[in-house]
């Protein structure tokens, strides 16, 4: 079949799936995802800190224009008494904490969701973001543990796990089978800053040593940065181990107690996306494991998706991106901003794009991904205030579409975020009509596929 026939064919479906409400579709190209839960407007100088600029989930759920919401974040998978701790600004500022955690009790989210999934929208949780700290996992045991935590707190309510699947290249990660006391790899060690550990008592109220032979970080940082062997503080209230409060470094869930919570009652998200933005320990298993976990599922479909920066590799994602032992991930949300091989670097008047790099991830798409029919969205700030740098007005951002319309992973947009978007009055709107434009429009870039 020709890629005209093939791009008519497309351009029908588009038109025959958008009906009273939307849905994410990646067998369609035309996704519109946005982000919700951290009042980027609110936060910003046009917004004036106004805790309001953000609407609960449910007012965007109203919107033909939007197939998907990415709530985020979640910043700790293991925090107090070993559950996880989100944040959502203003929505979740006012919610109850269950004893013993940071974690919110926010039913009225989990109300929204329920609401949202039943017009057709798709609610994913996001788990990253920059403020998350904990630098992954001790080892590949507690990334696992992690994984089952974020699954049994957010995703479906059932008691028995589906069993995990024998490792994968163990080997060739540079790790052998885990214990409770391995210790991370020493190739890529976080360069945050070194925790203090008066400041730390002082946070937790609770005495703290330093484990031997680990040294104190006065003598093992190096330029106040966490050296490649890596220090850890463990306090010594039980219950805190491995969780250093104001520190960075690879979590502990070797206290989690058995108990779980549920912060949006019975409501379960339909998936996970890992938003990382700096290198982490043990990251493949912990999303091998949540990719388990979807798979043993048969009642509905859920999601695993990623948020990678547009240099490739990335950085922070490619353990579980690349390999080895690459996860299967359904898409990648790809943040073409705050970087050299974004928007801003698209040259219309061109047919080569030396900077922009789309065809680098579909590249990736067909050749590298352990899921080949993996989708590629193309990630653009909503205004000007949502990014450090790269965003492009809609008269700008449809000419790229149109190009990211050439190659065979691309399924959408993705948006950052939603109430910047509702700011930019039309924004939506525009970047919908752009991804449904006719398909004669897209043989410009076909030879590109």
């Known amino acids: 079949m020709s890629f005209f026939q093939k791009a008519l064919g497309v351009t029908a479906a588009l038109a025959s799936v958008r009906g009273a409400y939307a849905k994410l579709d990646l067998s369609q190209r035309d996704n519109v995802v946005v982000y919700w839960g951290q009042n980027s407007l609110g936060a910003s100088t046009s917004g004036g800190g106004d805790e309001q600029a953000q609407k609960p989930l449910s007012h965007y759920c109203k919107d033909d224009n939007i197939d998907a919401i990415v709530m985020a974040f979640v910043m700790s998978i293991n925090g107090p008494g070993g559950a996880p701790v989100y944040d959502l600004a203003n929505i979740s500022k006012e ?248 928007l801003k670097s698209f040259d219309a008047n061109s047919d080569e794009q030396p900077q922009f790099n789309f065809k680098t991830w579909d590249d990736w798409a067909k050749d590298g991904s352990k899921n080949k029919d993996v989708k590629v969205l193309l990630g653009a700030p909503a205004n000007e205030e949502a990014s450090i740098s790269g965003f492009v007005p809609v008269s700008e951002l449809k000419p790229i579409i149109e190009y990211a319309q050439g190659f065979d992973s691309f399924g959408g947009a993705m948006v950052w975020d939603v109430t910047q978007a509702y700011e930019n009055k039309g924004f939506l709107s525009s970047v919908q009509q752009a991804l449904t434009q006719s398909a004669s429009r897209m043989l410009r870039y076909a030879f590109r596929r």
């Open 95 to 342: 919610c109850d904490t269950f004893d013993g955690t940071n974690l919110k009790n926010c039913p009225e989210v989990g109300e929204d969701i329920a609401e949202c999934q039943k017009n057709g929208k798709t609610i994913l949780l996001s788990i990253g973001g920059a403020t998350y700290k904990e630098a992954g996992f001790s080892s590949e045991k507690e990334a696992i543990a992690g994984a089952e935590s974020i699954w049994k707190t957010f995703g479906p309510t059932k008691k028995n796990l589906p069993a995990e699947k024998p490792s994968e290249n163990v080997a060739a990660l540079g790790q052998t089978q885990s214990t409770e006391t391995q210790k991370p790899a020493t190739t890529a060690a976080p360069t945050t800053a070194a925790p203090n550990p008066q400041s730390i008592v002082v946070a937790t109220g609770t005495n703290a040593a330093w484990n031997t032979p680990n040294p104190p970080v006065s003598q093992a940082s190096q330029n106040g940065l966490w050296p490649p062997q890596t220090t850890y503080l463990t306090n010594l209230v039980p219950q805190l181990s491995g969780r250093a409060y104001g520190a960075s470094g690879p979590a502990s869930t070797s206290s989690q107690t058995s108990k779980v919570y549920r912060p949006f009652g019975k409501t379960s998200v339909d998936g996970f996306d890992l938003d990382f933005e700096t290198t982490n320990y043990n990251m493949q298993p912990f999303a091998k494991r949540l990719r388990e976990l979807i798979d043993g599922e048969s009642d509905r479909k859920y999601y695993l998706t990623s948020a990678p920066q547009c240099p490739y590799p990335d950085a922070a994602d490619k353990d579980f991106l690349d390999g080895p032992g690459p996860v299967d991930m359904d898409a990648v949300f790809v943040q073409f901003y705050n970087n050299p091989c974004g």
